[in-house]
């Protein structure tokens, strides 16, 4: 069965009864009909204990992070404990774009599957609704007279679609681009927000432009906080559904990790510590994205400590990152193989940094031969890495339950993020650069150090950074696959996210708008006898 015909046909339980497993009563949930709801702002008693899902650097293909996530939830759950799972909402533009949607996969996936990788319970649309509100605002507020004497705005609209044609629009009166929302600083302080009055906070703090004493004019000087706060209420509710093997899932928020932070939101975040023991979730793309802003901005805001990281692999991505292109990624080449190890092995070390214990998890594919599992599982224990295999895809809970009783008997670990806050922008970026990917040298454009100079005269620099680059290397070049050496980067632009509370850095040519590709996933979804087909 095709993932959605395996969704279609779960056994799905009243999210009542799935949200009571773990001490939330009917009272405390908003239902959005049978199998989804809002739970409201309560916290519980408990003090669980948090495991990041991460992966080795990607490929086109996709890795299998959230099934892995998925399973090993389902897994801690089988065993007798008491678990949550945390994870982001889909963007549609992934959905109807090439990535697809991300709700898992196989037999280990969140459900309503349908209804999570499109319109959920809103989410999306009033985070776009609340960022394009702030741009409707600045633009009449210039329109009668400007007496905040905008000259420069920064603040840019928003879609949940890939379009390119929007990257440079003309509005009449001035250019303008949009980003994806899943990119844009509304997602970003939503997501890292802790309560409604911290939401309405950051809101005010976010920059929309520059007047002529190159001075910066923020959201509160329109005086529109409380409408985007009343837009943004009930989005800001964690959404609850369950796995196929009705785990409580906390679904909530969806920044992209190659040009925001990805990371489900901190709010459901300490909503599921605050009910479980264990806590299972994920941040996007390879460590050197998710997982270095996960641990580097969302658990030194929320003061968070993981348990555990899982480091993710697949047989086909440490091939591709030992040079072989993704047309013969299933043929059989013991040699590239083996060089894709030392993709592995740079994020297994950047990890070690941080001081979190780490578990690598193979991720099984059906095409994966036993020889090249057995080379992958030698290289583990020959590096002293913990090693375990998940086929939570094909088996569901049963196929992560060796990863669950690893992850459960790892003592604490001793995490610290890997900069000072109170270091320069130039020296955060050079951290990041040189020890997470392996850069010798940062450039910079003169747009760039622009924007620093006037950031650093603002005194706002003290917030931490939030790179943007490629996904597929650890470089800003998305063909030097592997562990690039003697690279250099380049800081091409710099925005600053003041209501979120970070500087976002754009590395080489990394857009905030994606767009779709030749052959987009949009041309074959449809609907049939009442179904949809073709989504996953």
């Known amino acids: 069965m095709t993932d959605i015909e395996i969704s279609r046909n779960s056994k799905k339980k009243s999210i009542i009864d799935v949200a009571k497993k773990i001490g939330i009563n009917s009272e405390d949930l908003v239902l959005y009909g049978d199998y989804k709801a809002k739970i409201k702002l309560k916290r519980g008693k408990k003090r669980g204990k948090l495991i990041l899902v991460t992966a080795i650097s990607p490929t086109p293909m996709g890795e299998g ?18 678990v949550v799972i945390a994870l982001r909402e889909p963007s549609m533009g992934p959905v109807f774009g090439m990535k697809g949607g991300a709700t898992g996969g196989g037999y280990s996936q969140v459900v309503p599957m349908e209804d999570i990788n499109l319109h959920f319970t809103g989410d999306f649309h009033a985070i776009t609704s609340a960022n394009n509100l702030i741009s409707a605002a600045i633009d009449n507020h210039i329109y009668f007279g400007n007496k905040l004497d905008i000259q420069d705005v920064l603040f840019k609209r928003c879609l949940d679609v890939n379009d390119r044609a929007l990257r440079d629009v003309d509005l009449g009166t001035r250019h303008d681009s949009f980003t994806i929302t899943s990119a844009s600083e509304i997602m970003a302080l939503f997501c890292l927000a802790t309560s409604l ?9 976010i920059i929309v432009g520059t007047n002529s004493k190159d001075e910066y004019i923020y959201v509160r000087d329109l005086n529109i906080e409380g409408s985007l706060v009343a837009l943004l209420k009930d989005a800001f509710l964690p959404n609850i559904v369950q796995t196929l093997e009705n785990t409580p899932t ?26 479980a023991d264990y806590v299972v979730t994920e941040a996007g793309f390879g460590a ?3 997982a270095e802003k996960f641990l580097d901005i969302k658990c ?31 043929e059989e080449n013991d040699d590239a193989l083996v060089k894709g190890f030392e993709n592995l092995d740079k994020h297994y070390s950047n990890l070690k940094k941080y001081g979190v214990n780490v578990v690598v998890c193979l991720n099984k594919f059906s095409t994966d031969r036993d020889y090249e599992i057995d080379l992958l599982k030698k290289h583990c224990v020959e590096k002293g890495y913990l090693f375990t295999i998940s086929s939570a895809y094909v088996d569901g809970g049963d196929g992560a339950v060796d990863l669950a009783n690893k992850v459960i008997k790892l003592k604490g670990s001793k995490f610290e993020p890997i900069y000072k806050l109170d270091s320069s922008i130039e020296d955060k970026v050079y951290k990041v650069c040189n020890e997470i990917y392996g850069a010798k040298k940062v450039n910079y454009s003169d747009l760039a150090k622009k924007k620093i100079k006037y950031i650093v005269n603002n005194k706002l620099d003290k917030l931490p950074i939030c790179i943007a680059k490629t996904q597929y290397s650890l470089s800003d070049d998305k063909d030097k696959v592997g562990v690039p050496k003697d690279f250099e980067v380049t800081v091409r632009d710099v925005n600053l996210y003041n209501g979120a509370g970070f500087i976002t850095i754009l590395l080489g040519n990394i857009m905030t708008m994606p767009g779709l590709s030749r052959k987009p996933n949009c041309e074959e979804i449809d609907v049939i006898d009442g179904n949809i087909v073709n989504l996953s």
């Not at 009055?197 to 703090?205: F, T, V, Y």
């Not at 909530?252 to 599921?272: D, M, Q, V, W």
């Open 197 to 205: 009055e911290d939401l309405r906070k950051k809101l005010g703090n």
């Open 65 to 82: 992070k959230t099934t892995v996530s998925i399973g090993l939830g389902d897994a801690l759950n089988k065993i007798g404990k008491n």
């Open 288 to 290: 050197d994205l998710g």
């Open 300 to 330: 030194r805001l929320g003061d968070l400590k993981p348990h555990a990281v899982v480091l993710v692999a697949t047989i086909k991505a440490l091939k591709y990152h030992g040079g072989v292109s993704k047309e013969f990624i299933y």
């Open 250 to 275: 906390l679904i909530h928020g969806g920044p992209f990790a190659n040009i925001a932070h990805g990371c489900s939101s901190l709010i459901s975040t300490k909503l599921a510590l605050s009910y």
